[in-house]
């Protein structure tokens, strides 16, 4: 059972991810974000550490832990960056779950050991330049071509899906036409590199500056009949189940940014002094960090929540549609009081509050908008769809 009080291994990962966060991120991701710059060198540490594998088995190159491990990685980085947290989050819960959960033991083999060491990154291609939310309205195609598919069609908002050391992106795609009329979905890993995979530039973004995140086209890609994951037409439900375990880890992801934004209004009430105070003395200044801290601690037991009967085995759609709502909302609600402390320092982008004001909003839309999550909860409470 997944309380307030962690066990030691647990315990021990939060206070080694902790202190990797400030030693290692901290100094130098505010330089990377402004050049728009991919974290190499942090994701190589983070790969070293052993956090790309913390949810695969030792037996297939990862650390044996769980969930809520990753989880809790993932909120000690996003007090300090949001970049880097969504490469960590991408990189496991899309890129090599999938795989892990749904892929044969050949393909496993192939993919998991350089995944789970952080040495390659895979990237999950769902989202469509047409179609958001609206999953199902998929217009990739794959079509059989002897012992091959041919992919056509196109990707967008894909995190991980343009770097150095990208290896592959699992795309959903339509294969043909289910009895009922609706589209049959299949989901097909794609190696960098296979012809007629095209990349695009990076997004100029808001926020999340220092992560990768690309539209990608496919024009007569050709791979092996091999490389479905899992069954054919089986791909809609499987990353329907994907992307509820990856709306906790967002939760996780949320509430780090939430109390990084804690943490940094603490430091700054001390140190800003106003009418020959500091500001922390004063009681609007007190509400509003208490407040922000309210948030933050209500997200958490939010995940955490969702993460225990993930961990049990239970059904936690409801769980974790809740949590990833709880922590975005707490995120860009934090983020916003954080930089209303800080007052024209917090509108500058050499404070960290700048940054965090910056990755907030996307939380409240990535994996699931606020919208989708509410649609989630009504369903689970046997509200008509």
């Given at each position: 059972m997944i309380d307030m009080e962690l066990g030691e291994e647990h315990e021990a990962l939060r206070e080694t991810v902790r202190e990797f966060a400030r030693?290692?991120?901290?100094?130098?991701?505010?330089?990377?974000?402004?050049r728009e710059e991919f974290p190499y060198e942090i994701v190589a540490k983070m790969g070293?550490?052993?956090l790309f594998g913390l949810p695969i088995s030792e037996e297939h190159g990862g650390m044996g832990g769980d969930y809520f491990a990753l989880c809790l990685a993932l909120e000690e980085l996003a007090r300090v960056d949001s970049s880097v947290a969504i490469t960590l989050e991408a990189g496991v819960s899309l890129?090599?779950?999938?795989?892990?959960?749904?892929?044969?033991e050949e393909q496993k083999r192939r993919w998991l050991p350089d995944l789970a060491a952080g040495r390659a990154l895979g990237a999950f291609g769902l989202t469509e330049p047409g179609g958001?939310?609206?999953?199902?309205?998929?217009?990739t195609t794959a079509r059989?071509?002897?012992?091959?598919?041919v992919v056509n069609g196109s990707k967008a908002f894909i995190t991980n899906s343009g770097t150095d050391i990208t290896a592959l992106v699992t795309a959903t795609a339509v294969t043909g036409v289910k009895a009922d009329g609706r589209k049959e979905i299949t989901a097909i890993i794609i190696p960098s590199g296979t012809p007629g995979l095209g990349v695009s530039k990076k997004y100029s973004k808001v926020g999340w500056n220092a992560s990768d995140t690309r539209e990608l086209s496919f024009t007569d890609v050709r791979v092996p009949a091999e490389n479905v994951l899992?069954?054919?037409g089986r791909g809609y439900a499987q990353f329907l189940s994907t992307l509820d375990e990856g709306r906790v880890a967002i939760a996780a992801l949320s509430t780090g940014l939430a109390q990084g934004c804690v943490d940094e209004s603490l430091t700054y009430a001390a140190e800003r002094e106003a009418f020959g105070n500091p500001i922390g003395s004063y009681q609007a200044i007190q509400f509003k960090i208490a407040d922000m801290e309210v948030r933050a601690?209500?997200?958490?037991?939010?995940?955490y929540a969702a993460a225990a009967r993930m961990l049990r085995g239970q059904p936690f759609k409801k769980e974790a549609a809740i949590a990833k709502l709880v922590a975005s909302n707490a995120a860009m609600d934090n983020a916003r009081d954080a930089t209303q402390v800080f007052g024209g320092y917090g509108f500058m982008n050499e404070y960290p509050v700048a940054r965090f004001y910056r990755d907030a909003k996307?939380?409240?839309i990535g994996e699931g908008t606020s919208e989708v999550q509410r649609m989630l909860i009504a369903r689970e409470l046997g509200l008509p769809a």
């Amino acid at each position: 059972m997944i309380d307030m009080e962690l066990g030691e291994e647990h315990e021990a990962l939060r206070e080694t991810v902790r202190e990797f966060a400030r030693a290692e991120v901290a100094p130098v991701i505010g330089d990377l974000y402004e050049r728009e710059e991919f974290p190499y060198e942090i994701v190589a540490k983070m790969g070293a550490m052993g956090l790309f594998g913390l949810p695969i088995s030792e037996e297939h190159g990862g650390m044996g832990g769980d969930y809520f491990a990753l989880c809790l990685a993932l909120e000690e980085l996003a007090r300090v960056d949001s970049s880097v947290a969504i490469t960590l989050e991408a990189g496991v819960s899309l890129g090599a779950m999938p795989i892990y959960r749904y892929g044969t033991e050949e393909q496993k083999r192939r993919w998991l050991p350089d995944l789970a060491a952080g040495r390659a990154l895979g990237a999950f291609g769902l989202t469509e330049p047409g179609g958001g939310s609206d999953a199902g309205a998929t217009r990739t195609t794959a079509r059989r071509d002897g012992d091959s598919w041919v992919v056509n069609g196109s990707k967008a908002f894909i995190t991980n899906s343009g770097t150095d050391i990208t290896a592959l992106v699992t795309a959903t795609a339509v294969t043909g036409v289910k009895a009922d009329g609706r589209k049959e979905i299949t989901a097909i890993i794609i190696p960098s590199g296979t012809p007629g995979l095209g990349v695009s530039k990076k997004y100029s973004k808001v926020g999340w500056n220092a992560s990768d995140t690309r539209e990608l086209s496919f024009t007569d890609v050709r791979v092996p009949a091999e490389n479905v994951l899992g069954e054919v037409g089986r791909g809609y439900a499987q990353f329907l189940s994907t992307l509820d375990e990856g709306r906790v880890a967002i939760a996780a992801l949320s509430t780090g940014l939430a109390q990084g934004c804690v943490d940094e209004s603490l430091t700054y009430a001390a140190e800003r002094e106003a009418f020959g105070n500091p500001i922390g003395s004063y009681q609007a200044i007190q509400f509003k960090i208490a407040d922000m801290e309210v948030r933050a601690h209500t997200a958490r037991l939010a995940y955490y929540a969702a993460a225990a009967r993930m961990l049990r085995g239970q059904p936690f759609k409801k769980e974790a549609a809740i949590a990833k709502l709880v922590a975005s909302n707490a995120a860009m609600d934090n983020a916003r009081d954080a930089t209303q402390v800080f007052g024209g320092y917090g509108f500058m982008n050499e404070y960290p509050v700048a940054r965090f004001y910056r990755d907030a909003k996307i939380l409240e839309i990535g994996e699931g908008t606020s919208e989708v999550q509410r649609m989630l909860i009504a369903r689970e409470l046997g509200l008509p769809a």
